[in-house]
């Protein structure tokens, strides 16, 4: 068995015993080991046959009653323990969970009083009227349902872009090392920093592919080689993810390069252009007429050979990025190392993991020069969100916090605040009139219909102390939708309005979405790139964020907080 295999039986214990109403502790126990068996660097049946038990024991996460589970189903093929559960709770109800905001308390009621075990079966309950007079339940309720099971038809099986990309990265230092590597990079939707992608797209160069293929084929974390030949190799990890790999020699890199990278799009327009020039542009290189060839061993030279800049890969979604470089349009785009502070952070005062003094500390030692502490509101009572006697609590702590770090970072007090289902904001204005900066955010009651849920955004806009949108969409890759928003209202109320929008930087979010973001661009709305972090360690999602601001066109001037601290004070005060 693979480690995802064992990661999935793993999952689906924990999964099952929530629908059976077990203690959370056991359930979390399970799902834990899911979790480090897949991030897990080495093969798990290597660590096993070397060291047995005992070696089990030194993978995180795993305690004895695990350890003896994975030496069970790596002997045998089984595990008892979940033979035995399935006998209680049917593992079909395990798919159940999938439909958002659908829990296993639901999930194993439907089963006890309806018989449902499958989608299809909880689809046409709930149509036939079934679910709404059961415990907990109505027609919104039982509504809510036939809404979670048409986003699960709209999935696309894509991967989160922040669980491929640092995983590429370390697929990318394997290749590196190798003897005879000249360069190597990623591809397709991966390099363009979309926010999902599919298979992970290697290219290297290299004057000796059959020996690149061989080695990548032969690294320790590849579960099975899916197709190989003498240029392109197809694996699949322990983890669950699959890679292409093609190697091509260092001369034709740059049109090899350029084309995997895409999009199709944006490749279809650079073949039209080269056609005009009397050339065929291809993975190879440019064929003229005559049959000679133009290689090119960067990018750079396969769009000189256009007439044309190097246009960012970012930006190549034929959008107008083309148009725009033949006119010398490109924008000059957002950088890492334009970002000064993080304007969206939370500590051990909400649902934070850190102090404020903690999380300022690892900002200074980034560089920044201002951040935000924004806690939650106390209508999410589950995170222990700030009353107005809380707030006042925690500006003490603020100033304390002030004087230890110095004139060097500006530390800003603020909340992030929940906008109600009935579109009020969860604390009084005269509370958000004394915050130096306050966020405003959906987070609950996100299926109310479209022209609701819009207005609550832009009644929390057209609050004069609101000056950011928070992850507005409030949607989670790859498996929770975003509210259904009227964004002609939400853009038209933040340019009215002044507030700016938010890209959440964590990539399980990416929201505003890098469409969205470019509209609001166009409409001069500006943009505040932050991490949402809820560790120091979360300040490292930043890269994500400003990935998407890129693919958004966006400059450094569009982004609120790569403004000078004095700046974003004047702004605030405005």
Not at 16 to 28: A, P, R
Not at 380 to 388: F, K, Q
Request: hydrophobic share 40%.
């Amino acid at each position: 068995m693979t480690n995802k295999e064992l990661a999935d039986v793993f999952a689906l214990v924990a999964d099952l015993l929530e629908i059976k109403g077990e203690v959370i502790y056991k359930t979390l126990a399970y799902r834990k080991a899911a979790e480090s068996l897949t991030g897990l660097g080495r093969d798990v049946n290597d660590i096993w046959k070397q060291g047995g038990m005992k070696a089990l024991l030194e993978i995180p996460g795993v305690g004895t009653a695990i350890a003896e589970k994975i030496d069970e189903l790596l002997e045998t093929g089984q595990l008892q323990f979940l033979e035995k559960l399935k006998k209680e709770v049917p593992a079909e109800l395990a798919e159940l969970l999938q439909i958002p905001d659908l829990g296993p308390k639901k999930v194993g009621m439907f089963y006890k009083e309806l018989g449902v075990l499958s989608i299809a079966q909880l689809k046409e309950a709930a149509e036939a009227g079934k679910l709404r007079d059961l415990p907990g339940m109505g027609e919104k309720s039982e509504a809510k349902i036939l809404e979670g099971i048409q986003s699960l038809g709209r999935r696309s099986g894509r991967q989160p872009l922040g669980v491929a990309l640092r995983f590429a990265e370390e697929l990318l230092a394997a290749l590196r090392a190798l003897p005879g590597v000249k360069a190597a990079e990623m591809g397709g939707s991966l390099r363009r920093m979309r926010a999902t992608i599919g298979d992970i797209d290697l290219m290297v160069a290299a004057e000796q592919p059959e020996e690149v293929i061989r080695a990548f084929a032969a690294l320790p974390n590849v579960a099975r080689v899916l197709g190989q030949g003498t240029v392109k190799s197809s694996v699949e990890f322990h983890n669950g993810l699959r890679a292409q790999l093609w190697v091509h020699r260092p001369e034709r890199f740059g049109t090899a390069l350029q084309y995997a990278t895409g999009s199709k799009d944006h490749n279809v327009r650079l073949r039209e252009m080269a056609l005009d020039k009397g050339l065929s542009l291809s993975d190879q290189s440019f064929l003229k007429e005559d049959g000679s060839e133009i290689l090119c061993a960067t990018e750079e030279a396969v769009y000189k050979t256009l007439g044309l800049p190097y246009i960012p890969p970012e930006l190549r979604e034929d959008r107008g990025e083309v148009q725009a470089a033949l006119k010398g349009q490109l924008p000059k785009l957002v950088e890492v190392k334009d970002i000064r502070g993080d304007l969206h952070m939370h500590t051990t005062w909400s649902d934070g993991q850190q102090s404020i003094l903690e999380m300022a500390q690892a900002a200074r030692q980034r560089g920044y020069k201002m951040i935000a502490i924004t806690d939650h509101s106390p209508s999410l009572g589950l995170v222990n969100g700030l009353t107005p006697e809380r707030l006042q609590e925690q500006r003490k702590e603020i100033e304390q916090a002030r004087k230890k770090i110095g004139d060097g970072l500006l530390i800003l007090h603020g909340i992030e605040v929940d906008i109600r289902a009935d579109a009020t904001l969860d604390l009084p204005d005269e509370t958000l009139a004394e915050l130096d900066i306050v966020i405003a955010s959906l987070h609950i009651s996100m299926r109310q219909p479209r022209a609701q849920v819009t207005e609550r955004l832009v009644a929390a806009m057209r609050n004069p102390h609101v000056d950011i949108i928070g992850h507005p969409s409030n949607r989670t890759l790859p498996d929770r939708e975003g509210a259904d928003l009227d964004w002609d209202a939400v853009l038209a109320a933040a340019a009215e309005t002044g507030t700016a929008l938010e890209i959440n930087a964590n990539p399980r979010r990416l929201d505003l979405d890098d469409v969205q973001a470019r509209r609001a661009l166009e409409m001069g709305i500006k943009l505040s790139i932050n991490t949402d972090a809820h560790h120091s360690e979360h300040m490292d999602f930043l890269p994500f964020g400003v990935a998407t601001a890129r693919r958004g066109w966006a400059t450094a001037k569009d982004v609120i907080n790569t403004w000078t601290p004095k700046q974003l004070q004047d702004w605030l005060k405005g």
